[in-house]
Every structure is written in structure tokens, then in C-alpha cells.
């Protein structure tokens, strides 16, 4: 399976080891005729841009690279966080406006912005350390407390779906546990796509088959933090092709380049 595009690239500007034109220059290098910048939104914990309006001067510098690159369509986007349990996200309206697409999805690390949303956030937090530190019963099984907050995940980024023009969900379920069934329906309903993300390879074989069944599109991406994971998309037509995916539900699949964003 061959891919024109991938539209999930961390720069030097949040957690990514590389400078845009590295990015860049990588893209162009693995032959990709599409690339979208999406650094993590502001009030991802130690990862995020310092402010919203870094993007911006991101898209300022992606413009100047088009004269080099004029075979490959550059996109300034962002993956933005979701930081309530009513969907919002860390980045304005009036900035979103003015980016290329709209990335958004759950990370773990978090600062909310009010501080009623705090117990969600630290809810999370204590869940992941307990699942990863300590193989507790409650941690593994579907107890009340994990279920809770697969609910509170869940509702928070399907309002986050239907608040925003949401072109792709990142990582879907990586870390912070969703309602497969809830999520697919609210992005069939709202056309945003379910990432594939190659860097984590994440969703697996059987969680991409669900998807699958409710008709929604995916967009494989990299999630590359260096450049030599720009393009690096292999994982996507492994689990995409077991799972027997039709390429028209797949955005970012194919030889020619479709309009995706
Ligand atoms: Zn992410
Ligand atoms: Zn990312």
C-alpha cells in the first residue's frame, strides 16, 4: 500500500529532535507529495508549544520552505489537546481559523484549564501509573473506577468531535482508554478521521477491525519526532491490509493525490 502524504510531524517548536526544514527536507527525500506539521498544542506538559501562537509563525516558516519544495503540498496544522471534560480544546478558535487542519486527541500529561477539570486529568495520570507500575486487579479489569473514566475519556473527546472541524483524532485509545462503539459513531457522523499511528503502532489488528465495521475513514501518519520517521508508514498497510480495509476508506492511501484537508 502506498501513501501520498502524512500529516502528523512533531518540529523542534514542541517535543520533536529535529528542526522543521530537517522535517522538511526528509519528507521530500522519502517522496512524499503531501506533508502536514502538526506540534503538539500548548498545554501538553513539557511537550507543548510555548504559545498558540508559535503555530502560526510555524505556518509563517512552512510558507518560505514552498519555494524550495515545490513538488510536495506543505501544511501548517497542530495536534491539539483535549482539556475538558466538555471537549475543549488548547487552541483558540481564532488561531484554528487560520491553520491548514486540525489534529486532536487525549494525552495523559495535561494542564486543564480550569481547575474543576483537574480530578479527570489527575484521574488519568493515577490510572496510568497504577496500570504501568503496579499489575493490580483493579488496573487490568473492567472495575468501576477504570470504566469511569473510559466514560469521562470518551464524552471528552466526543464533544470535542462534534464542537470542532476535527480533521483527524490521533492515536485513538493510546494511553487513555476510549469506547470504540461511542467514538467511530460520533466520527462517521462528523467525517474526521481515525489516525493510524505508525510511531506507536497503534490501534492493533482487532481494534482497527472494529473501526472498520462502522464505516469510518482512517488517515495513516507517522507521529515522526525525527526525520528519519517521516514517511515511515509501513505499519499502516500491515494492519490496514490483515484487516482487509477498503482504499477508499483510507484518506492518505494510493499513488495520486486526493483532496483530504
Ligand atoms: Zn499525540
Ligand atoms: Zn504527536
Known amino acids: 500500500m502506498k501513501f501520498f502524504g502524512d500529516y502528523h510531524i512533531h518540529t523542534t517548536y514542541s517535543d520533536g529532535r529535529s528542526p522543521l526544514e530537517e522535517m522538511v527536507e526528509a ?17 501538553n506538559l513539557g511537550s507543548g508549544v510555548k504559545s498558540e501562537q508559535v503555530l502560526l509563525h510555524i505556518k509563517d516558516e512552512l510558507n518560505l520552505s514552498k519555494e524550495q519544495y515545490p513538488e510536495m503540498k506543505l501544511y501548517a496544522g497542530v495536534e491539539a489537546n483535549v482539556v475538558s471534560l466538555m471537549g475543549d480544546l488548547d487552541i483558540s478558535r481564532e488561531v484554528i481559523k487560520q491553520l ?5 486527541g487525549l494525552h495523559p500529561y495535561v494542564l486543564p484549564k480550569k481547575l474543576k477539570e483537574l480530578p479527570w486529568v ?18 487490568r479489569g473492567k472495575s468501576g473506577g477504570k470504566r469511569r473514566i473510559i466514560n469521562d475519556n470518551t464524552k471528552a473527546l466526543v464533544e470535542a468531535i462534534y464542537r470542532y ?13 476510549i469506547d470504540l462503539a461511542e467514538t467511530a459513531k460520533a466520527c462517521l ?26 464505516g469510518v475513514n482512517f488517515m495513516v501518519n ?40
Open 189 to 214: 457522523a462528523r467525517d474526521t478521521c481515525w489516525e493510524i499511528n505508525t510511531g506507536h503502532q497503534h490501534p492493533g489488528y482487532q481494534e482497527v477491525l472494529e473501526v472498520a465495521r462502522w
Open 27 to 43: 519528507a521530500s527525500l522519502a517522496g512524499l507529495k503531501e506533508l502536514g506539521l502538526a506540534d503538539h498544542g500548548p498545554r
Open 100 to 104: 491548514d487542519f486540525l489534529i486532536a
Open 222 to 261: 507517522s507521529d515522526a519526532h525525527f526525520p528519519e520517521s517521516v514517511g515511515a508508514l509501513d505499519y499502516g498497510s500491515w494492519v490496514l491490509e490483515k484487516a482487509g480495509v477498503p482504499l477508499q476508506q483510507i484518506k492518505n492511501a494510493g499513488e495520486e493525490v486526493t483532496d483530504i484537508l
Open 165 to 177: 472541524e476535527i480533521d483527524v483524532i490521533s492515536h485513538p485509545g493510546l494511553k487513555m482508554e
Open 122 to 139: 489527575l484521574k488519568n495520570n493515577l490510572f496510568n501509573v497504577s496500570s504501568n507500575w503496579v499489575s493490580s486487579g483493579w488496573s
